[in-house]
């Protein structure tokens, strides 16, 4: 990348990120003000969170176990997102995930080793969310049929299959809860640091990385990125869209379906009813506050897991509903789409005025060398 590229897409994603710290900062103050409402005292209320959040090593931790599901969650629906496809089933795909995964680690005898019995229990998780994903993904190709649709209708028959299962043919013989027999241990993720965290974060953090290679740095990524810029032109340039549409909602539901296998096997240990209280809606919420990008979906998830950890303290100690913490998070979104689909013209018109300063100041000390803005190209990539 030349240096004015490099410049121009610094300034370009600067701006990104000053827009964004400002939406963050002003869903803050708008909390504040439903707090103050609510008779809670928003500087007492935003410590509690803080220190449940990140006031400890033992805080840190919690906040990474409940960033993880939101994490696989938020880049199910930022993958599909990036083909011009809504995957609005990520919570039915982590419910099936969950499903398959337990029942492989299940069936297997008991005494398989570790480095087999985790890894294709993983895998059964993550197949089983993708079967479930690619249902969608065909019925849009061969039907016309909206995903969106489609994947909310599934979500119900995800969940209600989970009820049934663990009521019945998975219900744990010696207990009277709906949920299944203990996995076995050497199907479940290995802790970290003497603590609830578990492996399935360490995971959650490569799979974002590999995402963002795949989709960035790949023959197919590009592709899928043109077919959800401009589905028409990728057809007319000869690239597969219908089946990269299906391959999509494939790997998307891999993805969510491998976070669900992860948090049973990392945290319950056992499949339960109800066990999920909606990763996959919350992941839309992640993925479209980390502008469905792999690597901001992971500063979003740990920013949704540290809320969701710090509101625990705050009810502990004021009393106070954690559902204050979900009004932040909405405003949160609701400012972030301003951001993205309204202040869209006000940030074109500050990163060209700051490159024409950059211009006129290199103009200055390198008479001759062609504009900034005529070399960046003036969009992101």
């Not at 409402?37 to 220190?51: C, D, H, M, N, R």
């Not at 980390?290 to 740990?302: D, E, I, Q």
């Amino acid at each position: 990348m030349s240096h004015r590229r490099w410049v121009t897409r610094s300034v370009e994603w600067g701006m990104e990120l000053i827009f964004y710290a400002f939406a963050i900062l002003l869903a803050l103050f708008a909390g504040g003000l439903v707090m103050a409402a609510a008779g809670v005292s928003p500087l007492e209320a935003y410590g509690l969170i803080w220190q449940g959040a990140a006031g400890s090593v033992n805080s840190i931790k919690e906040t990474l176990v409940k960033a993880t599901p939101l994490l696989f969650a938020g880049l199910s629906y930022s993958f599909a997102y990036r083909s011009g496809l809504f995957n609005i089933g990520a919570e039915g795909q982590i419910y099936i995930g969950a499903l398959t995964g337990a029942m492989a680690a299940l069936l297997m005898p008991a005494d398989t080793p570790f480095l087999l019995h985790l890894p294709l229990s993983l895998l059964c998780g993550c197949l089983g969310g993708a079967i479930w994903g690619s249902i969608a993904g065909l019925l849009k190709v061969g039907r016309g049929a909206s995903e969106i649709i489609n994947t909310i209708m599934l979500n119900y028959i995800a969940i209600y299959l989970i009820s049934y299962m663990v009521t019945g043919p998975l219900k744990d013989p010696n207990g009277s809860m709906p949920q299944s027999a203990p996995l076995p241990d050497s199907s479940v993720l290995p802790t970290l640091l003497g603590s609830r965290l578990h492996y399935g974060f360490i995971i959650a953090i490569v799979v974002a990385v590999l995402m963002y290679f795949l989709l960035h740095r790949t023959t197919w990524g590009y592709e899928i990125r043109s077919t959800g810029l401009n589905g028409q032109a990728a057809t007319v340039m000869g690239m597969p869209v219908r089946r990269n549409m299906v391959m999509v909602m494939l790997v998307s539901g891999g993805l969510a379906g491998l976070g669900g296998y992860i948090e049973i096997a990392g945290v319950q240990h056992r499949l339960l009813q109800n066990f999920s209280p909606g990763y996959g809606y919350e992941g839309i919420a992640v993925a479209l506050l980390g502008n469905t990008h792999p690597l901001g979906n992971m500063v979003s998830a740990l920013l949704f897991g540290g809320m969701k950890s710090g509101a625990n303290a705050m009810q502990r100690v004021t009393g106070a509903s954690t559902s204050l913490v979900l009004v932040i998070q909405a405003l949160m979104i609701i400012i972030v789409v301003c951001n993205r689909y309204w202040f869209g013209k006000y940030k074109r018109q500050i990163t060209n005025w700051m490159l024409h300063k950059l211009e006129g100041a290199q103009a200055g000390a390198h008479p001759g060398k062609v504009s900034l803005s005529k070399a960046g190209g003036g969009k992101n990539g």
